[in-house]
């Protein structure tokens, strides 16, 4: 079995400043990708960015890096230049076979 | 590019009543999954289906049952409808199994059971 675990049910940011989101995870899988999605009020689920397992280097996509901590079960989002449209709720997900298993989830809140 | 279609975006439904939610996904996705999200919680896998196999089972109620169709697109029968069944239910869909396909997820469907 997965686990995913956000220990953050919310964070707030200044608009330009950066904030770092946190995400602990446990599968017995060698083999798994981990994600962080974005879930806006409209309540659609966007992919904000993906990390291989495998991989060592951190996945970058813009203003949203991640650090992945392999031996720690660490995977934690860092979104630089925070702007008013990052708010949102995040979720942290593991696909470890044919489903995703999402963690609580962490509502950002940009402040102006 | 095109998305994950589901249909309808919002559905009433009494008690006891039976509700049908559809997924067309991405054109040359053969697998789709199913979600449910419940108010303030983060989104439970229900089902999955492969080439219209049932792939993989969550914690899907006896009472729901799903099906994936020779043209690939879904559907969710939910049967006996409960208060508690009332959530958001994503699809979505990737072009094949395994955890190195990504998942494009559908804008949902919105069930509130009165």
């Known amino acids: 079995a997965q686990t995913v675990t956000q220990s953050q049910p919310e964070m707030s940011v200044q608009e330009a400043e950066t904030v770092t989101l946190s995400c602990t995870y446990d599968?017995?899988?060698?083999?798994?990708?981990l994600f962080w999605y974005k879930q806006p009020p409209s309540r659609q689920m966007i992919l904000v960015i993906r990390q291989e397992a495998y991989k060592q280097q951190n996945a970058t996509e813009n203003r949203f890096s991640v650090n992945f901590q392999k031996a720690a079960k660490s995977f934690s989002l860092k979104i630089s230049d925070s702007q008013l449209g990052d708010a949102a709720m995040y979720f942290c997900?593991?696909?470890?076979?044919?489903?995703?298993?999402f963690g609580g989830g962490t509502r950002l809140m940009v402040k102006p | 590019a095109a998305g994950v279609i589901q249909s309808p975006r919002h559905l009433i439904k009494e008690k006891r009543e039976t509700a049908t939610l559809k997924c067309y996904p991405i054109p040359r996705h053969d697998t789709v999954y199913w979600y449910q999200q419940g108010p303030g919680q983060d989104p439970q896998f229900l089902i999955s289906?492969?080439?219209?196999?049932?792939?993989d089972k969550g914690s899907i109620p006896d009472r729901f049952s799903a099906q994936q169709f020779s043209d690939y697109h879904s559907e969710l029968n939910m049967s006996s409808l409960e208060l508690g069944d009332s959530a958001l239910y994503f699809c979505a869909s990737s072009p094949g199994l395994g955890v190195y396909n990504e998942q494009f997820f559908g804008p949902g469907t919105r069930l509130t059971v009165l």
């Open positions: 599968t017995s899988e060698s083999d798994y990708y």
């Open positions: 289906f492969y080439e219209k196999m049932q792939s």
């Open positions: 997900a593991l696909s470890a076979g044919n489903m995703l298993t």
